[in-house]
């Protein structure tokens, strides 16, 4: 059976679609007692987990031998995900990682989070495969002033980004969890092309016709206007970081790996905005 943490969230809950989809025996877990409630009142497998409190482990894990594993970016990330990793060690669970783009050479605050947990894996003796997928489309969701100014504001970057739609990342993961093959392997996951803000502009501009502009404010301003927005420090910065890594490339890379473990192409930019046109309209 297979263990799917991060249930709640977008990775973790298309994940769950797709492995009841192809019949795989999952439970799904939550930190929130109430959404496993429901699950499990739906006829589904659900449990509650808090990796922060060490009782919950044990019954998470009872009856599994997979464990996909992601936990909340945050502070407390690392941590969190180290605990699995000896929990899923001393149940001797495989385990797939779902990490970050590039995150071996640390080049940000969210990849220095998901690297100790890389190389506690690679050491632990355990079968395992890790996923480094590149920024996602779902980011640009959250540009409500697509719709009502015609434009989307990011930290300014200017080489381009193979940004990579969560349901491409959910489809390989059920892919290697319900496959061989995959042990010790380390998959980069892109779009099918890459891409600058300004041209990501012009695919929202043709697709909804109307124009739509990229508004790239220095740092300091791109920090005050998600803090104004009320995300938290921790994440406003990191993404400041991650636009300063990138900035000038590196998040360009685009890689077949989609395609070449699903059989299916995965989802351009365009085709990403039709399929959300109403959040954009």
């Known amino acids: 059976?297979?263990?799917?943490?991060?249930?709640?969230?977008n990775v973790g809950g298309a994940l769950l679609g797709h492995l009841r989809g192809a019949g795989a025996a999952v439970r799904a877990a939550y930190r929130d007692p109430r959404r496993t409630e429901r699950v499990i009142g739906a006829g589904g497998q659900a449990v509650t987990l808090d990796l922060a409190d060490p009782d919950t482990l044990g019954p998470a894990l009872d009856g599994i031998d997979t464990v996909f594993l992601l936990a909340p970016t945050g502070p407390a990330q690392t941590t969190l995900e180290l605990t699995m990793v000896e929990a899923a060690r001393a149940a001797g669970a495989r385990v797939v990682k779902l990490s970050v783009w590039r995150a071996d050479e640390q080049l940000?605050?969210?990849a220095r989070l998901h690297r100790p947990v890389e190389e506690a894996l690679f050491a632990s003796g355990l079968p395992?495969?890790?996923?480094?997928?590149?920024?996602?489309?779902?980011?640009?969701?959250?540009?409500s002033s697509v719709r009502e100014a015609g434009q989307f504001t990011l930290p300014l970057v200017t080489a381009p980004i193979s940004f990579i739609d969560v349901d491409d990342v959910a489809r390989v993961a059920a892919r290697v969890l319900t496959t061989d093959g995959h042990e010790g392997r380390v998959y980069d996951l892109t779009g099918p092309r890459a891409l600058t803000y300004a041209e990501a502009a012009e695919q929202f501009s043709e697709v909804l016709g109307r124009p739509v502009r990229y508004v790239g404010p220095a740092d300091d301003e791109?920090?005050?206007m998600m803090l104004g927005r009320g995300m938290p420090r921790f994440q406003a910065d990191a993404l400041i970081e991650v636009a300063r890594a990138y900035r000038d490339g590196g998040?360009?890379?685009?890689?077949?790996?989609?395609?070449?473990?699903?059989?299916?192409?995965?989802?351009?930019f365009a085709d990403f905005v039709r399929q959300n046109r109403h959040v954009f309209e």
């Open 222 to 224: 791109a920090r005050a």
């Open 108 to 110: 940000t605050p969210i």
């Open 128 to 143: 395992w495969t890790v996923l480094r997928p590149n920024f996602y489309l779902q980011n640009f969701l959250r540009q």
């Open 1 to 9: 059976m297979i263990l799917v943490t991060g249930a709640g969230g």
């Open 251 to 268: 998040a360009d890379t685009v890689t077949s790996t989609v395609a070449d473990l699903t059989g299916r192409a995965p989802l351009g």
